[in-house]
C-alpha cells in the first residue's frame, strides 16, 4: 500500500468536523458553590442545502461528531483531587476511551463521560435520530461553548500585543 493509512481517530475526527449544526439554545448556570459552572446547549444539524434533513445527518456522522466532542472535552480536562495521580499530560482520547462511555437507548446515542484516565471531563452528549443533539458539562466553565465555536469555525476574540 502505498497511501499512508489514517488511523480510526482521524478518520472520526474529520467526520465530526465536517457536520454542520445550529446551535438553538444555550444555559449556563452557577452551582450553588459558586465555583462550578453548569452548561446545556441545543443543536441541530444542518444540510448545505434545504433538502437535507437533520435526521439523513446523523446516518452518517455521530459516530464522528461525538468522538469529535469528547476529544475537546479531553484535551481542556484536568484533573481533579485524586485523579492526579492517573492524569498524562500529552495523553490522548482514543477509540477505546470512546466505547467505554458510548451507550444506546431511545432517546438516541449517548456519550457519558465523567473521569477518564485522571481527566475530569464531566460531559455529556446525546443525538437524537431526528438530528438534535444536547451537550451537557458541569464543572468545566464555559469550555464547552467555546468547542462549538472551533468546530463551526469561529475565531476567538484575543488581545492584540501592545505596539504592532
Keep these: 500500500m502505498s497511501e499512508i493509512r489514517k488511523s480510526v481517530e482521524q478518520s472520526l475526527l474529520e467526520t465530526g468536523t465536517l457536520v454542520l449544526f445550529r446551535v438553538v439554545d444555550t444555559h449556563t448556570e452557577l452551582s450553588p458553590d459558586k465555583e462550578n459552572v453548569f452548561v446545556r446547549a441545543e443543536l441541530v444539524f ?3 442545502d434545504q433538502d437535507t434533513e437533520p435526521g439523513e445527518i446523523v446516518e452518517w456522522s455521530a459516530f464522528g461528531f461525538l468522538f469529535t466532542l469528547a476529544a ?3 484535551h481542556d480536562a484536568r484533573p481533579r483531587g485524586i485523579s492526579e495521580l492517573d492524569f498524562q499530560p500529552s495523553d490522548e482520547f482514543t ?14 446515542l449517548r456519550l457519558h463521560a465523567d473521569y ?4 475530569s471531563m464531566k460531559t455529556v452528549v446525546t443525538i437524537r435520530p431526528d438530528g438534535t443533539v444536547t451537550l451537557t458539562t458541569w464543572g468545566r466553565g464555559q469550555s464547552a461553548l467555546r468547542w462549538l465555536d472551533q468546530l ?6 484575543a488581545a492584540v500585543p501592545v505596539g504592532h
Design 152 to 157: 463551526q469555525g469561529k475565531k476567538r476574540i
Design 95 to 108: 477509540v477505546a476511551d470512546f466505547f467505554e462511555c458510548l451507550t444506546f437507548s431511545e432517546s438516541g
Design 116 to 119: 477518564v484516565r485522571g481527566r
Design 46 to 48: 444542518e444540510g448545505d
Design 72 to 74: 475537546l472535552s479531553f
